[in-house]
């Protein structure tokens, strides 16, 4: 079966550094997403991506973030600068579709720990 | 967006039925209603998806009345490893997943 997988399983960085989550979404499809959970807490939407462009963000992904596919297979999320409020797990998503009735897998997630 | 509502917690003990509904009272026309599973320390996984009446796959059944205004998830006999998070979602394209309704199974 078909997954997304994410890269690292855990990183530890020091707060002010910057860190680059990788995720390889599976590979027919469209749209890609990122979300964090910070632990004990929801699940929370910051940006999907698709056509190479971002389509939506959540007012979580402020200027600190950015995300890339550089190579059309990997998705990156890069944190700029990071903050101790940022230690979370970080998930990656990707679907064929979009809206209602699109089914979006998520890979194991990227647990931040800063520090 | 069509906002929906759910329990927050709900136990059981294994080898019973569980029921979760979730209300959306403002669902549109073309939305569908999709559940999602999450385990701890994992990410949400889809379980099931409708439009209408009742879908069942090898997880779990999905009924949902003529009016569409709620829906019911259905797990039947749950054992300790359906103990997760599960999550509704209404034609939600950017995957809002609320607080979701936390299932505990028990011995």
């Known amino acids: 079966e078909p997954e997304v997988t994410q890269t690292p399983s855990h990183q530890v960085t020091q707060m002010g550094q910057e860190v680059i989550l990788r995720c390889v979404p599976i590979?027919?499809?469209?749209?890609f997403y990122w979300y964090r959970q910070i632990l004990g807490q929801k699940v929370e939407f910051l940006v999907s991506f698709y056509n190479n462009e971002i389509s939506e963000k959540s007012e979580i992904f402020d200027d600190q973030f950015s995300v890339e596919r550089p190579d059309g297979s990997n998705f990156t999320l890069k944190i700029r600068s990071t903050k101790l409020e940022d230690s979370a797990m970080y998930f990656c998503a990707s679907s064929e579709a979009q809206g209602s009735g699109a089914e979006a897998f998520f890979g194991q997630g990227t647990r931040l720990t800063v520090v | 967006l069509a906002k929906t509502t759910q329990p927050i917690s709900m136990d059981s003990y294994e080898g019973q039925e569980v029921n979760i509904t979730c209300s959306h009272n403002n669902i549109a026309t073309n939305d569908y209603i999709t559940w999602y599973q999450q385990f701890p320390s994992q990410g949400p996984r889809f379980i099931i998806q409708?439009?209408?009446t009742k879908v069942t796959n090898e997880v779990a059944s999905l009924f949902i009345p003529a009016d569409r205004k709620s829906s019911t998830l259905s797990l039947p006999r749950v054992s300790l490893s359906d103990t997760a998070v599960y999550y509704c979602l209404v034609n939600d394209y950017k995957l809002s997943f609320g607080a979701g309704t936390t299932v505990t199974v028990r011995a």
């Open positions: 590979s027919n499809h469209l749209y």
């Open positions: 409708g439009y209408k």
